[in-house]
């Protein structure tokens, strides 16, 4: 069932997704050379905390930290530890808090100083093609309209779409209906409708789309060691066309002029 969003809750979701982008932005500038990935963990828990949330990811279904971290040929569901991100690294730090009973789920790869060329490469995919994701996140659009047009690019680009993780809608559940997948899926025949909230969150490979686990049962990796990169927003359906809950800057998507 797909819960289409009252207005209340929309504005417990605009609070939720408010806070998950500020932790993003505040963990930005402790992605450096040196720092371990459990260091990250804390400052992002800390912060939450402070702001009377919780992290969503920490005991979900058994997740054992507060956010994401995956790096380099890491897809997604890195968990902080030990590891000590280098210069030249990318990194994928997922937030998801939970504040007032809503939870809001952002992410964003950052380069560790400088840049690889590689690196640059699947990190500028994978952000155009989250932006081309929600740009075509309209009411009254086939919803796999959004798969479609990020497949599409991602192909264009020589890049692969990792099949096996989705976006999903979100609220009162970290993951509610429906699956939003990053490539077509002609079977699919919903519409999209405002009051729906959901992620769009590509996972982009520079190789092969094939992945595997890692001995930790949550890490997912590229099956040929290929970089991967993700962004990942959450958004709103409105009458107008769509908002980016998870940009601070209020970030609107009007519907085309007719
Ligand atoms: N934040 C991830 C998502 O975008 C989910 C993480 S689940 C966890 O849906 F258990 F790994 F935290
Ligand atoms: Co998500
Ligand atoms: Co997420």
Redesign the pocket.
Known sequence: MIRIKTPEEIEGMRATCRLAAQTLVMIEEHVKSGVTTQELNDICHDYIISHGATPS?LN??G?PKSI?TSVNQQIC?GIPGERVIRKGDIINI?I?TYLNGFHG?T?KTFHVEEATPKGEKVRRVALDCMNAGIDVALPGAPLRTIGATIEKLAKKNRCTVVHEYCG?GIGREF?EEPAILHYEDKRCNITIQPGMIF?I?PMINLGKAAIKHMADN?TVVTKDHSLSAQF?HTILITEEGNEVLTDLSGRKTPLPER
């Open positions: 990811p979900y279904r997740f994401c569901h997922d998801t789920d992410s999903h993951h992620t969150e949550w990942e």
